[in-house]
């Protein structure tokens, strides 16, 4: 599947010299990692504070 994101010219630089920096073959496949990376940790985020709100309830409950 393909995306094709418009970025303005200082973000799109920024993606080549970091790509550059830090050796990814593309600027396309740093863009790929960022944004898996960011998704992981929203995920991750939503899935603490699920967690959290079961404790919380539990709570409540007088389970915990």
Do not use: K, W
Not at 41 to 64: F, H, I, K, M, T
């Amino acid at each position: 599947m393909e995306l094709t994101l418009d970025l303005d010219d200082e973000v799109y630089d920024q993606v080549v010299r970091r790509s550059n920096r830090h050796n990814f073959d593309s600027p396309e496949e740093y863009t790929t990692i960022i944004i898996e990376t960011v998704i992981d940790e929203l995920e991750s985020e939503d899935d603490a504070g699920a967690n959290e709100d079961v404790q919380d309830r539990l709570e409540d409950l007088g389970y915990l």
